[in-house]
């Protein structure tokens, strides 16, 4: 089955500096890589994906790219913000498999952003 | 509007017990899952349920039993709960191969 590492388990940084979160993958066969943002207390919020047709995505500060040769996909936050600060975790599937849904999720970032 | 609710929020019961948990959606999907989350926040997928019927179950002690009563409803139900069963369970809903919408959880403690 699929293996999702992600790294660094926590990371952090100060207000206005970029933030880098890196996972990589096991199965060739999977072809889509959401991101999710849990704050405390609340449910996993999708924040950006991509699709394995696109080697880059990007919505205003944040940007997701994925290396298909290398099995490995990253997320990148830009002028980072106090409020930014969660868990992020980053999760690989096969959009098209019958095991669609299945999302293997990496082990989660804490993303500290200090004022 | 919550797209994804659950139900209850917080629950705190002994071992042994049988509990549920609801959850409805809103919106509109087909496909509804129930994942977990443990202490480590680590979070992993028990089952999904597709126009009512089981996809995927995944291993999971036969104590847990999903039920959906229509498209917009997936309520879990645990028998004989133990200690180890304490976690948080999010319910989420997608159409397929589309965004998979999670739910604010519900964070179970078995005393």
């Known amino acids: 089955g699929e293996n999702v590492e992600q790294h660094p388990s926590t990371l952090s940084v100060q207000e206005g500096d970029s933030a880098v979160i890196k996972c990589t993958y096991s199965?060739?066969?999977?072809?889509?890589f959401p991101w999710y943002k849990q704050e405390l207390g609340k449910g996993p919020q999708l924040i950006i994906d991509i699709r394995s047709n696109v080697g880059e995505k990007k919505d205003q500060r944040i940007a997701v790219t994925l290396n298909k040769t290398a099995k490995h996909f990253s997320l990148h936050i830009t002028e980072t913000q106090p409020e930014d600060s969660a868990v992020y975790f980053c999760?690989?599937?096969?959009?098209?498999?019958?095991?669609?849904?299945?999302?293997?999720f990496g082990q989660g970032t804490i993303l500290t952003v200090h004022p | 509007d919550t797209a994804v609710s659950q139900t209850p929020k917080y629950l705190v019961t002994q071992m042994g017990n049988d509990k549920s948990i609801k959850c409805e959606q809103n919106?509109?999907?087909?496909?509804m899952y129930w994942y977990k989350q443990d202490s480590k926040k680590f979070l992993k997928i028990m089952f999904s349920?597709?126009?009512?019927?089981?996809?995927i179950n995944e291993t999971v002690p036969n104590r847990f039993s999903p039920k959906s009563p229509d498209k917009a409803h997936l309520n879990l139900h645990i028998n004989s709960l133990e200690l180890g069963d304490s976690a948080v369970y999010f319910c989420a809903s997608s159409q397929v191969g589309d965004t998979i919408y999670f739910g604010e959880g519900s964070w179970l403690t078995v005393v």
């Open positions: 919106l509109g999907h087909d496909t």
């Open positions: 999760a690989a599937n096969n959009a098209g498999g019958t095991s669609y849904g299945k999302l293997t």
């Open positions: 199965d060739s066969a999977s072809n889509y």
């Open positions: 349920y597709n126009n009512k019927e089981l996809i």
